[in-house]
Every structure is written in structure tokens, then in C-alpha cells.
């Protein structure tokens, strides 16, 4: 260590950094040296701390040569300081030193305690060994009271806490008061603000899972409801036969109650998110079919002409998402104001909008795009235009919707049908692979 740096000396096991003052600066300062407690025992935490604290103390005694025979107040005020730094490092040691009190003192405590755990030891085996699961800390407790005097006052003065797993134990932390679960959602709903659509189809899951439980006691909800929750949904067929995914599962059922959930645990109405970390493991393999793949060349042109041959939203919804890459809701959503031209260049404003449709007579959004970078606009490729398009447009009110015969849903989103109808129309044309076709957006940046 005396190799290392000659700054460090051992106290009672505690390294201290030590620097000699010059002989000519120890009237000034008053000190023979300069001392502070490093608070660490290993060297190798010491040396960069002492070798810092040289450097300080060298700039001081640099100042204080500097300062001597022009400037007597400077020379006074950087005595002062030292002597301050001195009297911080006598704190610290005296600090140390009630630290060192403290544990030594600590360590008889823990001491007395495991005296009178291993004397209490037997009695605990015995009835653990025979008692039920949900009561073994009852009775922990109820054994504890018999704890020899001396270790008596510990457990008055820090009590072991009570187990809250029980559902009962939790009611109790929360006073015996009930939060209904759809009151939680009630409340998550009117601060989020989220679509309407997410908020009936997650109601429609708390309801769910209400039914599941036999009761709407959100506090009464515990880790393994939330797990009985999941395997009911894995193992559950459909009306239509079939199970719900692992992604449904996840991304709906389980996100739903463990958004509500972590709602009711932020704002002081619940003690723990039983639903936290709860999920279904996706099966080997499933993540690859689920990845989207592009039409090929041929598939495309198949697609097209079925698509040439219908008329309305059947034709044009197809043809503008293959030569925009845009995806069916935000074109099926569109207005006839969004078909615009700026110095002779046709383009799509794709945006999200709220607008009254004259032709529908009422007032609702009829766009929502995915996210902000879905705000865009896309020049008419000129196979579009040649097509008859602009012509088609032209021909709509100008202030309607630009597929006005694709019905609104009741949430006012045009997208619903055509979705449906085209995936149907795909697959009776054979292009409905083992994995999900990809849409035009991906088949545009595919090609590009």
C-alpha cells in the first residue's frame, strides 16, 4: 500500500488519507498535517480517493505560497478554509466512530435474537409441519409471542408483517372497502380517453372475466385468478371452434385487466397488479407464420383485375392501396377533399380527420391513422390516373366521402367492411397462404 501512494494510513481498519503541510506554510495554516477519513478498508477504493484529495491539497499549498507576500487577506481566507476542511474531517471520524458503535451494538441485538430463535425452533417445526398452507403465518405470529423476554421487545417494537396473499388480508389493508372491477374500468376509461372501439371490446373482457370469478371485487383478485384466467382462455373453443390466440390472449383478454389493474394500483385502490408478468407463451413456430410475406407478381395482377371488373369502394379501395402502399382503413376512410393537386402533381392527403359527410348526414371520425408517422401525403402513381381515378372523383360530391358506399361501422370507421370483404375475395381467389398475406404497404416498400 506504501508503494501505491504515501497519502494512506489505517486506523482501527478504516484507511485515512494523511498529507504533510510545508514547513513554511504551518504557521499559516496551523496544522503540521492535513487528515480525513476515507470511510473505506479496502485499498483499492482508497487510492484514487487519496490521490484526489493530494492534488486539492497541493493546489491549496500552491495558493497559499502565492498568495503570502502580496495579499494577506487571501492568505487569511484560505487559512480559514483549511481549518474548516480540518474541522469536517474531525466530524467525519466521529461519525465513523458512532457508525462503528452502531453496528457493534446491532450485532449483540442480532445475537439475542437468534438466541431466542433457536429456542423457539422445535415449538415451530411441530405446528408448521401440521398446519394448513393459508395459516402458517397465523400462526408464525401466535408462536412468536412465546419468544423468551429478552427477544420479546424486538418483535413489540418491529412486528413481522402479515401475509397478503389471501384475499381477505387484502380487503383488510384496504379497510374492508370493495373496488368493483368495473368501476376501476370506469374510471381508466375517463382519463384515457381511449377509442371507443377499445373501450367495448375491453369492457366486454372485464365482463368476461367477472362472469369467470363469480364475483367483481377487483382488491379480492389474486395471482393465481389471474393465472386460472389465462388457462380458462387457452383451453376455451370458440363458437366457431376454434381457440383464441396466443396474441388475442395477450394483447386483449390479459391486457385489458392488467391495464385496469395497474390503474386501480396507481391511484391507491388496489395493493398489487396480480396480472403483472401473466401471459401465454407463443408456440414454436408460430411467430414465423405469423410474419407477414408480399404478394408476388402474379398474385398482384390477379388481385387487380378481379378488382378491375367491380365497381365503387370493390375496385378503387384495391387500386389506390396497391399504388400507395397505404393501408385499407386510412383509404376507406378518406374524403373527396383529400384528393388534392399542387403545381400539377395529384397526390392523397392521408390524415387523420373528424368530418361531417354530407352524404351520410351525421358527424363522425371517419379516419384514424395508426400513427403519427402514418401522416402523409402520396402522389397518384400515373397507372392510377390512366385507370380513371381523377374521374371517378370528380364525380362525387365534393365535399363527401370518397367510397361512400362503404358503410360507416358504428364507430364511424369505413375501414370494418372492405377489410372483411377483401380478405373473404382473397382467399376464394387462392391467394390466402399457411402464413398471413401482406398488405400493399409492404408490398409497395418491398418492390422499391
Not at 376512410?333 to 373528424?354: K, N, P, T, W, Y
Request: include cysteine; aromatic fraction near 6%; proline fraction near 6%.
Amino acid at each position: 500500500m506504501a508503494r501505491q501512494t504515501p497519502y494512506l494510513h489505517r486506523r482501527q481498519n478504516i484507511l485515512h488519507f494523511r498529507i504533510a503541510v510545508p514547513l513554511p506554510l504551518r504557521h499559516a495554516i496551523g496544522q503540521r498535517e492535513l487528515t480525513r477519513s476515507l470511510h473505506v478498508q479496502s485499498s483499492q477504493e482508497a487510492v484514487p480517493l487519496a490521490l484526489e484529495l493530494a492534488a486539492a491539497a497541493k493546489r491549496l499549498f500552491r495558493d497559499l505560497r502565492d498568495s503570502m507576500p502580496i495579499d494577506p487577506e487571501k492568505l487569511a481566507a484560505l487559512s480559514r478554509e483549511a481549518k474548516l476542511k480540518l474541522e469536517l474531517s474531525a466530524r467525519d471520524e466521529e461519525i465513523a466512530a458512532l457508525k462503528e458503535r452502531h453496528d457493534s451494538e446491532l450485532q449483540a441485538i442480532k445475537g439475542k435474537f437468534r438466541s431466542g430463535i433457536e429456542a423457539l425452533r422445535p415449538k415451530l417445526h411441530g405446528y408448521l409441519d401440521s398446519a394448513r398452507t393459508e395459516d402458517r403465518a397465523d400462526g408464525l405470529l401466535e408462536a412468536i409471542k412465546t419468544l423468551p423476554a429478552h427477544v420479546a421487545p424486538l418483535t413489540a417494537s418491529s412486528p413481522l408483517p402479515e401475509a397478503s396473499h389471501t384475499p381477505e388480508r387484502k380487503l383488510a389493508a384496504r379497510g374492508g372497502r370493495r373496488v368493483p372491477l368495473m368501476d376501476l374500468f370506469d374510471g381508466w376509461a375517463l382519463e384515457k380517453k381511449p377509442r371507443a372501439k377499445t373501450i367495448d371490446d375491453w369492457r366486454r373482457c372485464v365482463e368476461k372475466f367477472i362472469a369467470f370469478l363469480g364475483h367483481d371485487d377487483a382488491a379480492r383478485v389474486s395471482r393465481g385468478d389471474a393465472v386460472r384466467w389465462k388457462d380458462e382462455l387457452v383451453r376455451k373453443e370458440q363458437p366457431s371452434g376454434k381457440r383464441l390466440s396466443p396474441g388475442t390472449i395477450n394483447e386483449k383478454y390479459l391486457a385489458s385487466l392488467r391495464t385496469i389493474s395497474a390503474y386501480g394500483l396507481l391511484n391507491e385502490k388496489l395493493t398489487e397488479n396480480p396480472f403483472l408478468g401473466v401471459k401465454v407463451l407463443t408456440p414454436r413456430g408460430m411467430k414465423d407464420r405469423n410474419k407477414w410475406k408480399p404478394f408476388d407478381d402474379a398474385e398482384a395482377s390477379l388481385l387487380l383485375r378481379e378488382a378491375r371488373a367491380q365497381s365503387g369502394w370493390r375496385k378503387w379501395i384495391p387500386f389506390v392501396c396497391a399504388y400507395t402502399g397505404a393501408r385499407v382503413e386510412e383509404v376507406a376512410g378518406a374524403m373527396v377533399a383529400d384528393v388534392q393537386c399542387e403545381d400539377g402533381v395529384h397526390f392523397i392527403d392521408l390524415r387523420e380527420s373528424e368530418e361531417s359527410d354530407e352524404v351520410g348526414g351525421k358527424r363522425a371520425i371517419v379516419r384514424e391513422l395508426k400513427n403519427t408517422a402514418s401522416i402523409r401525403r402520396v402522389p397518384l402513381h400515373p397507372a392510377l390516373v390512366d385507370e380513371g381515378f381523377l374521374a371517378y372523383v370528380g364525380n362525387l360530391a365534393p365535399k363527401g366521402a370518397l367510397f361512400p358506399d362503404a358503410k360507416p361501422d358504428k364507430y364511424g370507421k369505413r375501414g370494418a367492411g372492405p377489410s372483411k370483404v377483401l380478405g373473404r375475395r382473397i382467399r376464394q381467389l387462392g391467394c390466402w397462404r399457411a402464413v398471413r398475406i401482406d398488405p400493399p404497404k409492404r408490398q409497395v416498400r418491398t418492390e422499391i
